[in-house]
């Protein structure tokens, strides 16, 4: 028995030293029988849980998992006065942190170059798909404004930070409460009500899917940490509640796989299914 054991602690070490020595072949064998390391076939998602109103001192929250990826998400809002070219919006501002306590692939210091393209990817998605019109944030036209800081905290990293992140930010949007708010004229002051609050009027609900590419042949839906750097490159889909396309975005190399219509296609099938799955997480007001 304790032969056994020892044999079974010795093999482990073996693959343990493969992996980090030969990290793309050791992935290559494990696609190639249909499998990824973590246990999962090539098309299979890690589990998610999304949670709600856990930050009391937030306007609104959420923290999502996804797989042992981990966001929290807070929201705050300030009262500021609009921009001259737009009097009538107010602002959102996400900020995405990748702190190195979340994964040893991130150093301490200022912001790495992967939390600053996520936070730019992040906000270019909050404005193109008018998740939220700025303009239900003016609360006087040229007088005041909502401003909604939307703070994304990574508090542990193994891969696909863009889809979890982007889950926990509408989670935590849709949690988001306002007190009613209103601008006094004659003293150019806004009071806010402590006891009627109002929820944002939300748009659109979208979810992004991510896709990467192994080998120019292979396609591994939502990948973790180890897959991320072996991979060709990958491949965002966005899909709202309607099951309508959001936007397709792609980063690393291009060819192959990733660019053919057949790959395109099924990836927007598969994410328009998987969108449908987490329906229950995210529901229209």
Wanted: proline residues 6%.
């Amino acid at each position: 028995m304790a032969s056994q054991a020892g044999s079974s602690s010795k093999e482990s070490l073996q693959a343990t030293v493969f992996q980090r020595l030969h990290p793309r072949t050791y992935l290559s064998r494990f696609v190639e029988e249909g499998f990824r390391p973590d246990g999962r076939e090539l098309g299979d998602w890690r589990d998610i849980s999304v949670n709600v109103g856990s930050i009391s001192t937030a306007n609104g929250s959420a923290l999502v998992r996804m797989g042992d990826t981990t966001i929290v998400c807070g929201v705050k809002a300030e009262i500021a006065e609009p921009d001259l070219d737009a009097p009538e919006e107010g602002f959102i501002v996400p900020n995405i942190d990748l702190p190195a306590l979340c994964s040893p692939k991130f150093k301490p210091g200022p912001p790495t170059d992967e939390a600053q393209v996520l936070s730019e990817h992040i906000n270019d998605v909050l404005l193109s798909t008018d998740i939220l019109p700025l303009s239900s944030l003016c609360i006087a036209k040229g007088k005041a404004a909502w401003v909604l800081y939307v703070d994304a905290i990574c508090i542990n990293y193994d891969g696909n930070a863009f889809d979890a992140t982007l889950l926990a930010i509408v989670a935590a949007l849709q949690n988001v409460k306002l007190p009613k708010a209103k601008y006094n004229e004659e003293t150019g002051k806004t009071t806010c009500s402590r006891k009627e609050l109002e929820p944002l009027h939300i748009n659109r609900l979208p979810v992004s899917m991510t896709f990467g590419f192994f080998d120019s042949s292979h396609i591994l839906s939502d990948p973790s940490s180890f897959e991320e750097p072996l991979l060709d490159s990958t491949l965002s889909v966005i899909v709202d509640e309607k099951q309508q396309l959001v936007s397709i975005s792609q980063s690393g190399a291009t060819g192959g796989t990733s660019t053919s219509n057949d790959s395109l296609l099924k990836c927007i099938a598969t994410a328009k299914s998987r969108r449908d799955a987490l329906s229950h997480f995210l529901r229209p007001q």
